[in-house]
C-alpha cells in the first residue's frame, strides 16, 4: 500500500503519494487557470517539486507579481535553448533575471547581429508553443560535470566546480540543460510573450581580465497587453536619453581622448548647471548652511585614518608621488570637513554646524559600468555634514528632512519614495557603535519621517555598517525611481578621528555627525533632469529662456534691441541672425526646446512688440514687452514647472 501524503492547497483538502510532483497534484484542481508556481512556507516552488511530507500550499499565477521575476529567469533558459538550437559551438555563461528583463551571455567568435537577434527570437516563440516541460533534476557534481563536458559547455563546467556542493540542480527542457537553482515555469508555453531588446559586450565573472562575452537582453511578460506597454516605455525612455539629447541640444560630452566616465559641460549644460548651483548655494545660505572649500588630493594617512583604504580601495584611483609620500583623488569630502572640525577646539555653543559643499570627487568605476551622466569616474557631490550634540539630533534630523524636500520640489519632483535602512537585527557584529547609538539614531529618523506623516518602507539589514540613514528616491515622468537624497548617520568617522566638543560639564564629548547628499552628484542629477523632462527645461531651468527671431535682415536691429533687453532683465537670451526663413528658424528653435520664442518683423518693430511662440503649445499672439518681461520674471522667480503666459 503505497504511503499517501495530505496537502492542502487554498481551501482544498487532497491527497497524493509521495513523491508525486505538484503539477500532478495539482491537476484538475484548477480548472480554468493554470498556476505557474507554488509557495510553501514564504518559499517559491517549482511545480515539478516532489511531495514529501505534509505541506500547505498556495498557488502563483502568472498575473502576481512574485511570478514576475521567475518569468525572467525562465525566459532566459529559452533564449540560451534557442541559441544553442541555432548555433549549436556557441558556449552558454549565465542568465540572469534583472531588474527589467533579463540577459545571457554567451562565448562565440561570431558576433551576434540584428538579424541573428530576429531569428533567435523567432525560435524562442516556436520552443514556447511547444509547451515543453521543464524537468528538475538533483545530480551529483560530477555527474553535472560530466553532463556538460558531453555537451560541450566548458563555461558550466567551470561554475559547477568553483559554486556546485556535492549535490547540484540541473534544469531540463528537451535537449537543453542549464547549471540553476530556480525555480521555474513548469512549461516552456508559459513564455509566449518575449522579446529581445539588445546584444553588448560583457566579462566572464565580470574580470575586465577575462574572456569577451556577448550579453542578449530581453523582455518577457504574461500577457501580449503588459509587454506591448513595456516596449512602448522603452521607446518613450530612448527619446528621454540624456545620452542622446545631450548631443541633440550640445549639453555635454565624453571623449575617449581625455578618458571614459569624465564629463565635459559644453556652454548650454554649463549654463543649466551654474543655475542648479547658484539656486543650491542660496538655499543653503537661508538654510543655516556654510558652504566649504576643499582640495582634490590629500595625503594617505588621512585616508588610512577614514577606513578608505581599508574598505574602499577598489574605486580609489592609484597613489601619486608628492615629496616622497602618497596622495590619493578624494573619494569623498568628509575627511577634510573633519579637518576643518578639528583646526581647533569646539564648544557646545559652537554646535549645530551645518557644513556643505559641492566638492568633486573621483571613483574608479569599470568601464562596463560607465552610463553617460549616470555613472561617471568623476563627479561634483552636493555633500553637507551636519555635526551637533546628541540633544540637537532630532531637531537637525527633521530640518535636513523638510529642506531636502523643499529642494526637489523646486525641480518637479514632489512624489518620492523613502527607505528607512536600519540594521539586520540577527547580526549586531557587523555594525560599529553600541546599542544604544544605534536606537536613538533610529528613533531620531522615525521621528523626523512620522512628524511629517512621511511614509516609508522600512529596510531591515539595508544600514551601511556606520549607521543608519534615510534615502529619497524621486519618481521621474515615466514612473522610474532615482536614488538622490540620503540622509545617513555616521558613527564611524567621528571616533576613528577622535572629533569631542566641550559640553557644559566641561568635559569632551563625542558630537553627533550626519552626512546629507541632497542632489546625489550634479552630473547624475542632471541627467535625471534631462530624462524627466526630455530636454525640455521649465524656463527658470532652460539654458536658453528665450530666443529671438527676425523675419528678415531689416528687423536684425530690432531683434538685438529686444534682446538687450531681455539680457538687462537678467535672462538667458539668443539671436537667430542667420539667413533661413523665418519658418526654418522656429522648425529649429522648437529641436532645441527654447520654452519661449519671440519673431519680430515689419509690425512688432513698429509696435515696440513682438509675436510669440511657446515651445510644443505653439502661437500666443502680439505682446507688449514691458508685460513679458514681468511675466517671464515670475515665472522665474517662483520656478514654475509650466509656462502660463
Known amino acids: 500500500m503505497s504511503e499517501r501524503i495530505k496537502i492542502k492547497v487554498e481551501d482544498s483538502v487532497f491527497s497524493a503519494e509521495k513523491g508525486t510532483p505538484l503539477v500532478k497534484a495539482l491537476s484538475g484542481r484548477t480548472p480554468g487557470r493554470k498556476p505557474m508556481l507554488a509557495k510553501s512556507g514564504g518559499r517559491l516552488l517549482d511545480l515539478s517539486f516532489p511531495v514529501e511530507a505534509d505541506m500547505e500550499v498556495s498557488l502563483v499565477y502568472p498575473d502576481s507579481p512574485e511570478a514576475l521575476d521567475v518569468l525572467r529567469h525562465s525566459a532566459s533558459h529559452l533564449l540560451a535553448h534557442a541559441v544553442l538550437d541555432l548555433y549549436p559551438e556557441t558556449k552558454t555563461g549565465i542568465g540572469p533575471a534583472v531588474e527589467n528583463g533579463y540577459y545571457y551571455d554567451f562565448l562565440r567568435e561570431t558576433p551576434f547581429t540584428p538579424e541573428d537577434l530576429e531569428a533567435i527570437e523567432k525560435r524562442m516563440k516556436e520552443i514556447a508553443s511547444e509547451n515543453i516541460p521543464l524537468r528538475r533534476r538533483v545530480l551529483d557534481r560530477e555527474d553535472a560535470v560530466r553532463l556538460f563536458r558531453e555537451k560541450g559547455q566548458d563555461l558550466k563546467v567551470e561554475l559547477i566546480r568553483e559554486k556546485g556542493d556535492s549535490r547540484v540542480t540541473v534544469y531540463e527542457q528537451g535537449s537543453f540543460a542549464d547549471f540553476c537553482l530556480g525555480p521555474h515555469v513548469p512549461f516552456t508555453g508559459f513564455l509566449k510573450h518575449v522579446k529581445l531588446l539588445s546584444v553588448s559586450g560583457a566579462y566572464w565573472k565580470g574580470d575586465e581580465k577575462g574572456r569577451q562575452l556577448q550579453r542578449i537582453y530581453g523582455a518577457v511578460f504574461a500577457t501580449k497587453k503588459e509587454l506591448d506597454d513595456h516596449l512602448a516605455f522603452l521607446e518613450e525612455a530612448k527619446k528621454r536619453d540624456h545620452r542622446r539629447l545631450g548631443i541633440e541640444l550640445d549639453l555635454y560630452s565624453t571623449s575617449e581622448e581625455l578618458g571614459g566616465g569624465l564629463i565635459l559641460w559644453h556652454p548650454k549644460g554649463a549654463r543649466v548647471r551654474a543655475v542648479i548651483e547658484k539656486y543650491w548655494h542660496e538655499r543653503h545660505w537661508e538654510g543655516g548652511y556654510d558652504v566649504l572649500y576643499t582640495p582634490h588630493i590629500g595625503r594617505e594617512v588621512l585616508w588610512q585614518t577614514s577606513g578608505h583604504l581599508g574598505f574602499y580601495k577598489d574605486s580609489m584611483y592609484s597613489p601619486m608621488d608628492i615629496d616622497g609620500q602618497n596622495y590619493y583623488l578624494k573619494p569623498m569630502n568628509c575627511p577634510f570637513h573633519i579637518q576643518i572640525y578639528k583646526s581647533r577646539l569646539r564648544s557646545y555653543r559652537d554646535l549645530p554646524l551645518r557644513w556643505a559643499e559641492l566638492g568633486t570627487v573621483y571613483r574608479y568605476e569599470r568601464s562596463g559600468t560607465l552610463h553617460g551622466l549616470l555613472r561617471v569616474r568623476g563627479f561634483t557631490q552636493d555633500d553637507a555634514h551636519i555635526i551637533c550634540t546628541p540633544d540637537q539630533i532630532e531637531a537637525e534630523i527633521l530640518r535636513v528632512l523638510d529642506f531636502s524636500i523643499s529642494i526637489l520640489a523646486a525641480?518637479?519632483?514632489?512624489?518620492?519614495?523613502?527607505?528607512?535602512?536600519?540594521?539586520?537585527?540577527?547580526?549586531?557584529?557587523?555594525?560599529?557603535?553600541?546599542?544604544?547609538?544605534?536606537?536613538?539614531?533610529?528613533?531620531?529618523?522615525?521621528?523626523?519621517?512620522?512628524?511629517?506623516?512621511?511614509?516609508?518602507?522600512?529596510?531591515?539589514?539595508?544600514?551601511?555598517?556606520?549607521?543608519?540613514?534615510?534615502?529619497?528616491?524621486?519618481?521621474?515622468?515615466?514612473?522610474?525611481?532615482?536614488?538622490?537624497?540620503?540622509?545617513?548617520?555616521?558613527?564611524?568617522m567621528s571616533e576613528r578621528f577622535g572629533m569631542t566638543f566641550i559640553a557644559e560639564d566641561g568635559k569632551e564629548h563625542r558630537p553627533f555627525m550626519v552626512h546629507r547628499a541632497l542632489l546625489g552628484s550634479l552630473e547624475r542629477f542632471f541627467g535625471i533632469l534631462v530624462e524627466h523632462y526630455k530636454g525640455s527645461f521649465p524656463v527658470w531651468l532652460a539654458p536658453v529662456q528665450v530666443i529671438v527671431l527676425p523675419i528678415a535682415d531689416r528687423h536684425d536691429a530690432y531683434a538685438l534691441e529686444l534682446d538687450a533687453k531681455l539680457r538687462a532683465a537678467g535672462l538667458r537670451t539668443q539671436v537667430d541672425l542667420s539667413r533661413e526663413k523665418v519658418n526654418r528658424k522656429i522648425r529649429e528653435a522648437e529641436v532645441q526646446k527654447v520654452p519661449l520664442i519671440l519673431i519680430v518683423g515689419d509690425r512688432e518693430a513698429a509696435n515696440g512688440t513682438a509675436s510669440l511662440r511657446v515651445h510644443s503649445a505653439g502661437d500666443k499672439g502680439e505682446v507688449q514687452v514691458a508685460g513679458f518681461l514681468e511675466k517671464v520674471g515670475e515665472l522665474v522667480k517662483n520656478k514654475s514647472l509650466v509656462v502660463n503666459l
Open 411 to 492: 525641480f518637479g519632483f514632489t512624489d518620492n519614495k523613502i527607505e528607512l535602512s536600519v540594521r539586520d537585527p540577527g547580526n549586531p557584529a557587523k555594525y560599529c557603535g553600541t546599542d544604544d547609538l544605534w536606537c536613538r539614531a533610529e528613533a531620531s529618523l522615525v521621528k523626523a519621517l512620522e512628524a511629517r506623516g512621511l511614509a516609508y518602507e522600512r529596510m531591515e539589514g539595508e544600514a551601511v555598517f556606520y549607521g543608519p540613514k534615510i534615502d529619497i528616491k524621486i519618481k521621474d515622468a515615466l514612473g522610474r525611481l532615482w536614488q538622490c537624497t540620503t540622509i545617513q548617520f555616521d558613527f564611524n
